[in-house]
Each structure stands twice: as C-alpha cells, then as structure tokens.
C-alpha cells in the first residue's frame, strides 16, 4: 500500500451550502470541488437536502 492509501480523512463537522435551485446547488457543488479539490464534497458526505420555501438546503459533512 502506498503512503497515500493509508491516510483517511474523517469528517466529522456538519455545513450547509443553499441555493435556489437543484442545478444550482449542483454547480456550487462542482464549483467548491474544482477550487479545493483536496477537501471535496463527495455523494457520501451528502446527509440530506431540504427544500424551504423556495430554497434548497444541503446538509453535508466537512
């Protein structure tokens, strides 16, 4: 096994990120990963998404 396979990283803090759309939440999403690809959000961290009156909330692990 090499170094890199060895080292995991649990996460353990909730966040949110909100936006007015599923599209748009998608491309946060993609955005966030892009710009800090060695903290991404990946579909396992996803722990719920919301919809309040007109805005998506998508709760996540960090």
Do not use: C, W
Request: aromatic letters at 8%; glycine letters at 2%.
């Amino acid at each position: 096994m090499s170094k890199k396979e060895n080292q995991t990283v649990q996460k353990t803090r909730i966040d949110y990120m909100q936006a007015t759309s599923l599209r748009e939440l998608l491309d946060n999403v993609n955005t966030h990963n892009k710009e800090y690809p060695e903290n991404a959000i990946l579909k396992e961290d996803i722990v719920r998404i919301l919809k309040e009156e007109g805005t998506f909330i998508m709760l996540y692990y960090r």
